[in-house]
């Protein structure tokens, strides 16, 4: 098996009495982009930090390539790019001096330097705009240079810190399509975003954090495929006593769990056809049907022939896919931007 590339193991941080990041472990493998999840507070921005050499562990240790982070030698420095959620650019100056200046502090100089920052700004779609002010820029082109300047040195690994933070769409996708394309040529990233959807489609493997700890670290799909199926929702008229119809739903093959919600207790439906009555002579109660099954395509057919036996209307059907967002949800108990 290949060595990984980041190795986290057992990391603490402590500030006094608080314990803000408890014995993480996990690694990162070679051209792999994983994305580092947690909310406000979970620990994520302290183990980044102490991934980038800006902090060092209160026990445990990070390496690059093999080597201890916390020793800050020059090869760890260089084999790290970051571009940070504060962007670190320089205003009074063009797009190029930028990425010339980044570039120079790296020890690139003359042609070699001129020809990487041109690579650079093509990377980013800002080849056109290279001599304007980068106070002129918008708020996406800025975070394209800034993109740009955490690549200047050729890093082994590239830390992205929430990179499409009030961006425009256009500028969104070009850092989208540079992370791909940085990918493709080998390129190590670490990806972290409030963004889910972004962290779902750009990433191999995902880490959870929570509380300081990693509650969770695999691949996306392996993720996903652990919240046990899709969620089948069904507006309808059930009957005030809905144990009996429940049972017969959880009877199914690859049903995993059954709920009903009424939406007004156990008032009737104010709809069309509120005068129904149902087989068991019961008044409707409007609410949704809530149902997680492993193949809920197959098992439609009969879940609809139970609801109209009982002579339950079906206002709306809709399937949910499971996806990064309900694992995050599921784990910690909380959404990504608390």
């Not at 800050?72 to 084999?79: D, E, H, I, Y």
């Not at 779609?125 to 918008?138: D, F, H, K, Q, V």
């Not at 394309?181 to 750009?202: D, F, P």
């Not at 997680?292 to 395509?297: E, K, L, S, T």
């Given at each position: ?17 608080l314990e803000a990041v408890k014995g993480v472990s996990f690694e990162i493998q070679r051209g792999e982009i994983f994305g580092l999840l ?114 200047m040195h050729s890093p082994q690994i590239l830390l992205l810190d929430e990179p499409t933070v009030g961006v425009d769409p256009q500028s ?167």
């Amino acid at each position: 098996m290949t060595p990984s590339l980041v190795s986290v193991e057992k990391v603490k941080k402590r500030y006094g009495d608080l314990e803000a990041v408890k014995g993480v472990s996990f690694e990162i493998q070679r051209g792999e982009i994983f994305g580092l999840l947690g909310s406000n507070g979970a620990g994520k921005t302290t183990t980044i930090s102490m991934i980038s050499g800006t902090l060092s562990p209160s026990e445990g240790q990070v390496t690059i390539a093999g080597e201890d982070v916390s020793r800050g030698s020059l090869s760890v420095k260089r084999a790290v790019g970051v571009t940070p959620q504060d962007l670190a650019i320089y205003p009074r100056l063009t797009g190029r001096e930028n990425l010339e200046f980044f570039g120079t502090l790296y020890g690139l100089k003359s042609t070699k330097l001129s020809r990487r920052v041109d690579e650079m700004l093509a990377l980013v779609g800002l080849t056109e705009s290279a001599s304007r002010m980068a106070e002129e820029y918008s708020g996406g082109m800025k975070r394209r240079l800034n993109l740009a300047a955490g690549l200047m040195h050729s890093p082994q690994i590239l830390l992205l810190d929430e990179p499409t933070v009030g961006v425009d769409p256009q500028s969104r996708n070009h850092i989208f399509e540079g992370v791909r394309e940085l990918n493709g040529r080998g390129l190590t990233l670490l990806y972290t975003s409030h963004y889910m959807e972004e962290v779902q489609a750009l990433c191999d493997r995902v880490g959870i954090m929570d509380g300081g700890e990693l509650v969770a670290c695999d691949t996306v799909k392996n993720l996903i495929a652990g919240m046990g199926g899709s969620v089948i929702e069904i507006g309808t008229d059930a009957p005030a006593n809905t144990e009996p119809l429940l049972q017969e739903l959880r009877a199914i093959s690859s049903v995993q769990e059954v709920e009903f919600i009424p939406i007004r207790g156990g008032e009737e439906t104010e709809k069309s056809d509120k005068d129904v009555l149902f087989a068991s002579g019961h008044s409707p109660m409007f609410g949704t049907l809530r149902l997680r099954a492993g193949q809920p395509n197959q098992i439609l057919a009969a879940v609809i022939n139970l609801l109209n036996r009982e002579n339950a209307p079906i206002h709306h059907l809709d399937i949910k896919e499971p996806n990064l967002e309900d694992v995050f949800l599921k784990l910690t108990g909380k959404s990504l931007r608390d």
